[in-house]
């Protein structure tokens, strides 16, 4: 199953339906974890409209508000078709998050208090990627509107300054190094995190962004995707929470020697974000074996599920790992890629039927793995779709 992604044949897999579930029950799966996550009771919910016009989304495990959560909220309410959600998040971006001047203009404070108050000035740039792609779709999807719902326009403000950002003698620094394509972990760093890297969203921004800068997102897809295959363990798939440039581990913030070439919480969403750029684009084979080569390991290595914190050449460290659900949702992402490998097809098959006999995570740490749950169960079932414009 080599055949080419979504991007060209504008047709979805729905991995859970090739497995033999219901697709009506899928549907239902799909619709309640969104429910739950945005509008069920408050011990389940993430979404707080506590505003006329707006919402924040909350880290219940630091009890604040971050542009990851934020943006990935805005993904999934433009794939849900949820436009009061999606702008009702926008509007809190906008109003408490996005710097207007100063050094970071156009740029958003990655955390908030849950009342709009800063508790950080700096940006984290997963944020800014998928405000854009977010963005677009609802460009596509709604149509523009006046500001601040002129989408597109929106999204490619935001992308200007992740490329443009301190030319010209002006403050500040660019989201993406010039030199070699790859995303920074701040806009001050000269090293990465594996998965900000989105291949398949610079494909789109190639397309929709200001036409100047769209060969500069077209380079970025391919350096990603080479990255990616730097930073991925050759034997276990698994990548690092954080990386240098060229692909080797590095620790971080004084972290004891096991945060360096650690497989840990960010890492979580490199083989999700592999699934999803197969889905979309499908180009490149290493993506099935590196996927089916990560899922060997959970499976032969973890057979009870008592998922830990690995280093990423297999090496288990003894501590549980902090969003056990996590790995499972993404595990299963992961076969939207490794399903295509006929060696691992059986890995990928056992991790979508974990996943799909698994509930959302409740508690106090349930937004990181509910975010990546609601992500998987977009993907597999087919709904997680590149929008495009009305007239295309």
């Known amino acids: 199953m080599n055949k080419k992604g979504a991007f060209y044949t504008g047709e979805y897999r729905n991995v859970f339906a090739e497995y033999g579930y219901d697709p009506a029950e899928i549907d239902r799966r799909v619709e309640e974890t969104y429910e739950e996550m945005f ?5 389940r919910t993430l979404f707080h409209p506590d505003w006329p016009d707006k919402a924040s989304f909350e880290d219940t495990g630091n009890v604040d508000a971050r542009t990851e959560g934020m943006s990935y909220a805005m993904m999934m309410a433009v794939q849900m078709d949820r436009q009061e959600d999606f702008d009702r998040l926008w509007n809190f971006s906008m109003t408490f998050m996005q710097h207007k001047d100063g050094l970071y203009r156009g740029y958003f404070a990655w955390t908030t208090a849950l009342d709009g108050t800063r508790n950080a000035d700096g940006p984290a740039p997963d944020g800014e990627e998928y405000y854009a792609l977010a963005l677009f779709f609802a460009s596509h999807r709604w149509g523009d509107r006046e500001a601040p719902y002129n989408y597109s ?23 993406w190094d010039p030199d070699n394509f790859l995303i920074r972990f701040v806009p001050e760093a000269d090293h990465t995190d594996a998965s900000y890297h989105l291949p398949h969203f610079y494909e789109l921004f190639a397309l929709w962004a200001n036409e100047e800068d769209r ?19 050759p034997v276990t798939g698994l990548a690092p929470e954080y990386g240098e440039f060229d692909g080797s581990p590095r620790g971080f913030m004084g972290h004891s020697i096991n945060s360096v070439s650690r497989y840990y919480s960010d890492a979580y969403r490199v083989p999700a974000n592999i699934g999803l750029d197969s889905l979309w684009f499908n180009v490149d084979p290493w993506q099935h074996e590196n996927n089916g080569k990560l899922q060997k390991f959970f499976c032969e290595t973890e057979p009870e599920h008592d998922y830990r914190v690995y280093m990423i050449d297999g090496t288990i460290v003894d501590e549980p790992a902090l969003h056990p659900v996590a790995i499972i949702a993404t595990n299963a992402e992961a076969s939207i890629a490794s399903s295509q490998a006929e060696a691992y097809s059986a890995y990928a098959r056992e991790c979508v039927d974990l996943f799909w006999n698994t509930p959302l ?11 990546l749950y609601m992500f998987a169960m977009l993907a597999l079932s087919g709904h997680y779709r590149i929008w495009w414009p009305k007239e295309a």
């Open 39 to 43: 509008h069920g009771p408050a011990d």
């Open 153 to 175: 326009e929106q999204a490619r403000a935001i992308l200007h300054e992740c490329v443009h950002k301190g030319e010209n003698g002006e403050e500040g620094r660019a989201m």
């Open 215 to 233: 060969p500069f997102w077209k380079k970025a897809a391919e350096a990603s995707r080479e990255y990616l295959h730097k930073a991925c363990h």
């Open 361 to 371: 995570r409740t508690g106090i740490r349930r937004y990181y793995d509910n975010c």
